[in-house]
């Protein structure tokens, strides 16, 4: 048992640093990481009955920079060293192989509980490139093909800061580049906010 519970740790480290060399893309699904203290919470103003509400969708772009979702969170876990969230959608039904990601924020201070409505560029964190790779922004849900488009926050509560993201704001920063980093960091724990976006 007792060589069973060192190689864990090992066997995790490995599967989160794992790439898949024809996209580039991590192998690390976070979508199966089970939120270990259920008191940790993520909530957003924004969302009512798991849908966005229709004044957070399709913000304007001001200088290339859109209003970000107000987000709040309490019960953050002991040894937290920093926060960091981020926002993806799986565009093709049933095909997790493409990921849009809509916001990348790091090195957030763990005595921090929220982000107000349109603060996500302006705080004591760093953040990373938009949608389209073309800004340091968020981006906002604008969802086009009729249905359900359902979308994730995860909140990652770290032991560290991680050290393979810059210190400082970066278009270069995707989200392959940022859940990589997640990924080689300890995570004490993550906890998620899913709603949907519906066009009928």
């Not at 919470?41 to 290339?64: P, Q, R």
Request: net charge neutral.
């Amino acid at each position: 048992m007792k060589t069973i519970k060192y190689l864990l740790p090992v066997l995790l480290l490995t599967v989160l640093s794992c790439k898949d060399s024809r996209s580039n893309l991590t192998n690390v699904n976070h979508d199966h990481f089970k939120t270990v203290n259920p008191s940790f919470k993520l909530t957003s103003k924004a969302i009512e009955n798991g849908e966005l509400l229709d004044a957070f969708k399709c913000e304007e772009k001001v200088e290339g920079v859109e209003n970000s979702i107000p987000l709040a969170w309490e019960n953050v876990p002991a040894g937290t060293k920093s926060l960091a969230v981020v926002m993806y959608h799986y565009p093709k039904k049933d095909d997790k192989t493409e990921i849009n990601s809509y916001l990348l924020l790091w090195n957030i201070d763990p005595t921090i509980t929220e982000i107000p409505y349109k603060m996500a560029n302006n705080g004591s964190w760093y953040m990373g490139a938009n949608k389209d790779g073309n800004a340091i922004s968020y981006t906002s849900p604008c969802s086009q093909g009729k249905g359900k488009h359902t979308y994730t926050i995860a909140l990652y509560a770290l032991a560290e800061v991680p050290v393979a993201l810059p210190k400082s704001s970066s278009v270069e920063v995707d989200y392959n580049k940022f859940m990589n980093a997640i990924g080689a960091t300890k995570i004490i724990d993550r906890t998620t906010l899913t709603f949907t976006d519906t066009k009928i």
